[in-house]
Structure formats: C-alpha cells, structure tokens
T-cell receptor, first 114, second 109 residues
Framework: DSGVTQTPKHLITATGQRVTLRCSPRSGDLSVYWYQQSLDQGLQFLIQ???????AKGNILERFSAQQFPDLHSELNLSSLELGDSALYFC?????????????FGPGTRLLVL | GQNIDQPTEMTATEGAIVQINCTYQ??????LFWYQQHAGEAPTFLSYNVLDGLEEKGRFSSFLSRSKGYSYLLLKELQMKDSASYLC??????????FGAGTTVTVRA
C-alpha cells in the first residue's frame, strides 16, 4: 500500500459523458501527478500539480482538466468521452516537485467507455 | 522530449538471473527509475540512479551510465512472483517522468 488513494476503482460510462476521478496523495506529499495507461501506449504523463498550482503538463487532451485543492487532493475531469479514453488512470504523489523524487502510485481507476 | 527503449519481453527460469536493458535520450537528465508493475496493478518503485554505477538492493540491482544513456536492471534468484512488467523511466529538470513501454518478464518453473 503506497498511501495514495484513488476513487472510484472502476468506472463504466458512455461516449460523450463526463467523469471525475479523485486522488488523495500520501500524507505530507505536496505534488500530485496524473498518468494514463492504455494497452497500446504504456504509461503516459498527463499533468502535475504542486501545492495547488499546475507545475508540468504532458500529453493531456483539451477535453481533460485537473485541479488540486487546498487539502491537496486532486481531481481529473474527463469530458466528451470517447472509446479511446478507456484506460487505467493512475495518480502518483511525491513530497515536493523535484525531478529526482520517487513517485508513489495509487491503485488506479479503470475507466471503460462504451 | 525523451526517447526510452527497452525490450518488449524476456523469459527466464526460476532461480536464474535476468538483465533488462534500457537506453534513453533526453535533455536535462535528472535521474532514472525502475518500477515493477504487475498486470492491472499500480507501478511500485524499485530503484533510482542519478550517478554512474551500480546500486544494489537485495535481489535487484540497477546500473547507470549517463555518458552512454544506458541503464540495466538485474534480477537475481528469480522467483515466480517476479513475473511482471518492468518500467524504465527517466526524469528531467522539467519535473516530468517519462516511461518506457515496459519489459514483460515471464518466470518459468
């Protein structure tokens, strides 16, 4: 158990819908990272927040957005869902925001878009 | 950006040794991680190298050569539970962690 929690564990929805994935970092960690893992693409970095502010952006679609709240939990919003958005979405956290920090991953949310 | 290459699959026998190679090209290198991921589960941290040389941690060792853009993960005394995907990931000064596609290791009895 990494100490990072994610909800829900599974999510099934239809194309065109919007969903929100939630992540609580390890106690004391200020940075939260979001990743998408699909069968054919491996782990793709989406976005990072540090202490409430966006710190780095990866291959995140415009239909996706995220935020980090004052209590440091984070939400990833996925809208206008498409079949290709079906994937495992992982959240990770680290103490600060240094490039050399170990990231600890949550159990993931498995999203299925039908 | 980063370009990270590692073999897709490897098979080895229980009790044997397997070496997973990873080559990378990046700017602003700030370290290399190895993670283990069992199917459908979260990646778990194995090792971190930022300086050249070998880091040993129990049955697992990781090596880095920055000048060659090369790393390997060495798994000794293989056990069935070591069957998993092993992800090489490179971090840079822009705070991003870029992952390779992963190497699936199958341990056979």
């Amino acid at each position: 158990d990494s100490g990072v929690t994610q909800t829900p564990k599974h999510l099934i929805t239809a194309t065109g819908q919007r969903v929100t994935l939630r992540c609580s970092p390890r106690s004391g960690d200020l940075s939260v990272y979001w990743y998408q893992q699909s069968l054919d693409q491996g782990l793709q970095f989406l976005i990072q927040y540090y202490n409430g502010e966006e710190r780095a952006k990866g291959n995140i679609l415009e239909r996706f957005s995220a935020q980090q709240f004052p209590d440091l939990h984070s939400e990833l919003n996925l809208s206008s869902l498409e079949l290709g958005d079906s994937a495992l979405y992982f959240c990770a956290s680290s103490p600060i925001a240094g490039g050399g920090e170990t990231q600890y991953f949550g159990p993931g949310t498995r999203l299925l878009v039908l | 950006g980063q370009n990270i290459d590692q073999p897709t699959e490897m098979t080895a026998t229980e009790g044997a040794i397997v070496q997973i190679n990873c080559t990378y090209q990046t700017s602003g290198f700030n370290g290399l991680f190895w993670y283990q991921q069992h199917a459908g589960e979260a990646p778990t941290f194995l090792s971190y190298n930022v300086l050249d040389g070998l880091e040993e941690k129990g049955r697992f060792s990781s090596f880095l050569s920055r000048s060659k853009g090369y790393s390997y993960l060495l798994l000794k005394e293989l056990q069935m539970k070591d069957s998993a995907s092993y992800l090489c990931a490179v971090t840079s000064n822009d705070y991003k962690l870029s992952f390779g596609a992963g190497t699936t290791v199958t341990v056979r009895a």
